[in-house]
T-cell receptor
Framework: NAGVTQTPKFQVLKTGQSMTLQCAQD?????MYWYRQDPGMGLRLIYY???????DKGEVPNGYNVSRLNKREFSLRLESAAPSQTSVYFC?????????????FGPGTRLTVT | AQRVTQPEKLLSVFKGAPVELKCNYS??????LFWYVQYSRQRLQLLLR??SRESIKGFTADLNKGETSFHLKKPFAQEEDSAMYYC????????????FGQGTTLQVKP
């Protein structure tokens, strides 16, 4: 199993350009997440999907859109990139067993917006 | 509002010294607390969760509801423990969403 995969690993954009970050998981998890990681800010949830066909805003959704294409894939789109979106982006999925839960993370995408 | 606070950005200790990474949370209900770790060039992974009351790689963490804390401890630090550590809170069993702290970089010097 590859677990959670993300593409691309690195990306440089100019202000105003658009792009889509791809994420896929092969663990048959229902829930998937997009986070951004910034120094001193920890991980902040951008969007969340509890199941195929559903999405929900997290703490910092402005400037982003998501698509839960199917159970495996959850993409994050930046329609008009801004320098404030320079960050490392992590996708995750989770399994829930009983009352507890474990999130599995992808390797991250390092995005720079100039 | 729910919040997780890790007051130290960087904790630097010598090999063999005890380690305590602090985590305080703000939540009125019964939270589920986790510690996640990110080693250099590796992806973020679960280290331990309070509900399991486990010890992983010599680390333990006890949930103190009175002090709203979930500090991570290890009696003797090893160089391979050097990493970024995140404390996280899950508000209820109805959601998989986590609230993460700011993270603490642990540096274990030889």
């Amino acid at each position: 199993n590859a677990g959670v995969t993300q593409t691309p690993k690195f990306q440089v954009l100019k202000t105003g350009q658009s792009m889509t970050l791809q994420c896929a998981q092969d663990m048959n998890h229902n829930s998937m997440y997009w986070y951004r990681q910034d120094p001193g800010m920890g991980l902040r949830l951008i969007y969340y999907s509890a199941s195929e066909g559903t999405t929900d805003k997290g703490e910092v959704p402005n400037g982003y859109n998501v698509s839960r294409l199917n159970k495996r894939e959850f993409s994050l789109r930046l329609e008009s990139a801004a320098p404030s979106q320079t960050s490392v982006y992590f996708c995750a999925s989770s399994e829930e067993r009983g009352t507890t839960m474990k999130q599995y993370f992808g390797p991250g995408t390092r995005l720079t917006v100039t | 509002a729910q919040r997780v606070t890790q007051p130290e950005k960087l904790l630097s200790v010598f090999k063999g010294a005890p380690v305590e990474l602090k985590c305080n949370y703000s939540y009125s209900g019964s939270p589920e607390l986790f510690w996640y770790v990110q080693y250099s060039r590796q992806r973020l992974q679960l280290l331990l969760r309070h509900i399991s009351r486990e010890s992983i790689k010599g680390f333990t963490a006890d949930l103190n509801k009175g002090e709203t804390s979930f500090h991570l401890k290890k009696p003797f630090a090893q160089e391979e423990d050097s990493a970024m550590y995140y404390c996280a809170l899950r508000r209820s069993s109805n959601t998989g969403k986590l609230i993460f702290g700011q993270g603490t970089t642990l540096q274990v010097k030889p």
